[in-house]
């Protein structure tokens, strides 16, 4: 087990619908779909345990009683995972419900993604600059391939086979600093609050090449139960 010498709590986002994986969310929550003979979100959970982090928040909304009922499964002896429910609601309410509970630093992750870097090193790189936020970003290459063409006469000029986007995509794994709560509760919307972060200069990425899994769609679920190995 690592230690960290600055103390971290964890908020893992479990709370969503997951509409666009359906029919298999119709009666599990996104983060409890079965890969590799387990929930997805034990496979989170045991990679946070590493670190030793201080506590583990699994922020629930979409049949939370699944969720706690997961947790008393499989990680009943830890007095440092809680379950928060708060319905159906923004992932920043989410973060509300879930502050009462923070006394650190803390990760906010999505409970259907996972990036294969050293959480450790990750972490203290964090603490090396000046800046209230972190995330995790990734370049990513379609998965069809895109046409240029003349917007006028309609000829293409060019094929491009599943090209890299110019821009790395947010794979989450957010560091917040904890004097950072009082911003959350004066948000009303998440994208709000990430916008404003941005605009005031206060976050920084780490853009990975390592590996990642994330799942939104049928196709998806399908490729990351194949592959996913743990």
């Not at 994986?21 to 929550?29: K, N």
């Not at 879930?98 to 409970?111: A, H, K, Q, T, W």
């Not at 964090?126 to 063409?149: D, E, N, Q």
Request: charged share 30%; with cysteine; aromatic share 14%.
């Amino acid at each position: 087990m690592i230690n960290i010498k600055k103390k971290i709590d964890v908020i893992l986002l479990c709370g969503g619908k997951g509409q666009r994986l359906r029919p298999y969310t119709l009666r599990t929550p996104k983060p409890l779909l079965i890969v590799n003979n387990k929930p997805f979100l034990y496979y989170l959970i045991k990679n946070f345990l590493k670190i030793n982090v201080n506590q583990i928040i699994l922020a629930a909304g979409y049949k939370s009683k699944k969720i706690s009922d997961f947790k008393n499964q499989y990680f009943k002896k830890y007095k440092n995972i809680s379950v928060v429910k708060s319905g159906d609601v923004d992932i920043i309410k989410r973060l509300k419900d879930c502050s009462e509970l923070i006394r650190n630093d803390f990760l906010v992750c999505y409970g259907d993604t996972h990036v294969d870097i050293n959480l450790e090193k990750y972490i203290k790189n964090f603490y090396k600059s000046s800046k209230k936020c972190s995330v995790i970003s990734a370049y990513y290459r379609l998965k069809y391939g895109t046409i240029v063409y003349n917007k006028k006469n309609l000829t293409v000029k060019k094929f491009k086979e599943k090209p890299l986007i110019d821009n790395p995509i947010n794979l989450g794994y957010f560091i917040f600093k904890h004097e950072l709560i009082k911003d959350i509760k004066k948000n009303k919307k998440w994208v709000n609050f990430l916008y404003n972060l941005s605009k005031k200069n206060q976050m920084i990425t780490h853009v990975t090449n390592k590996k990642f899994f994330s799942f939104d769609s049928p196709r998806e679920y399908f490729e990351i139960k194949s592959r996913f190995i743990k």
